[in-house]
């Protein structure tokens, strides 16, 4: 984007309100668990609402899969509902179209024509904005409307907004976080009960907490599009869906997380968000990632337990904040929904724009390959007199440093837990490939990343 360009996005003179007292007509796309509680709140905070915006909430009609299965909800009584979210949209009175379907390819449709004709959208789709956040932005700024998504990331912690606003001025250096609340209940429940994955998966299965289909949350894919949105926040730069190196909790076991344990460690699933420096200091690329990690016992988020989510980031000036609450469920998704509704309908009413994804740094999104991390590696070798010796040269030979070495006996072999110095992730890896094809490894258990 230019710099007029960023100038015009701020100014109010180039989108002018509709003035106060008037009313602002709002679609409503899908009626799920997240739709159904965003029509009771603006339902019931209507008079403060109508306050903080300067003119009424108006919900001109609510778009569903199935009108008869929703035409008996108390939340719909008096509203319009339809089967058309086209024609919806497509309806002059409708300022604000907030979107809470789910899914990519129709909800990207409908986003796409509500911004292309002028609508300001709010959406809770972290996989949409994870997949097409440039084309939505690009279309948001070409029809000079508003685009929130506060609640893709994280529900009602305020994660997008304070990028987006709070540290608008800051340079973000790293954020880190837990941002799946299905995962961090299951890695919580397998820590406090000795579970193994399969019975945790199954409890949070029964309380709620998993959906029937897991996927998206157990292979991390969910974090992952949260992740690509945070990443493309905090450092001016367009990071997708792709860029982002997942990896889930699947093939955690009860062993890595008592090992975890005895080493005062806590394992989360955790999204990290980075820059990548030169020699000179500067950045020279952004990288994003998922995976399941060993946070040490006193750090702020191993400490975060249940379903809830916790994100770390450190800016320049800032130093260190810590966001924390729940991440997920119909009020809490509702409450950043209604946030970003509140700000949406404001500007319809007096004119302006919030403040866009900027991704004007461009900085080049580099593979996992490039990054430095520490891994905790733990196998099973053949007690013998100079295995210790074979396998440290094996390390030198991949480049990789040597923090700290632990053995202990087992049957007639031996199990090591190895700890390394910070290595590139390429290194790493091949160090567990030439570790899994070494004659006296019997077996590689687990590999886990540190967190310093
Ligand atoms: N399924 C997600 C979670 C919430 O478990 O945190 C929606 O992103």
Redesign the pocket.
Known sequence: MSLEHAAAVESNGNYPGKGIGQPVGVAVLGKGTVGTEVLRLIAEFSSNLEHRIGGPIEVRGVAVSNVDKHKNAPEVQGLYLTDDAHELIDRDDVDVVVEVIGGIDYPRELVLKALRSGKSVVTAN?ALVAAHGSELADAANEAGVDLYYEA?V??AIPVVGMLRRSLAGDKVERIAGI???????ILDAMASTGASYEDALAEATRLG???ADPT??VEGH??A??AAILASMGFHTRVTFDDVYCEGITNITAEDIAAAKRANQTIKLLAICERLYDEHGETRAVNARVHPTLVPNDHPLATVDK?Y?AIFVEAEAAGRLMFYGN???GAP?ASAVLGDLVGAARNKIHGGRAPAENPYADYPVVGFEEVTTRYHINMTVNDRVGVLADLARQFANSNVSLSAVRQEEAGDGAHLVVVTHQATERDLQDIVRRLADHEDVRSVNSVLRLQD
């Not at 941002?179 to 209940?185: E, K, L, S, Y």
């Open positions: 972290k893709a994280a529900a941002v799946n609340g299905t995962t961090n209940f907490y998993a959906e998206a949350d969910d974090a599009s949260k379903s989510n991440g997920a469920g998704t």
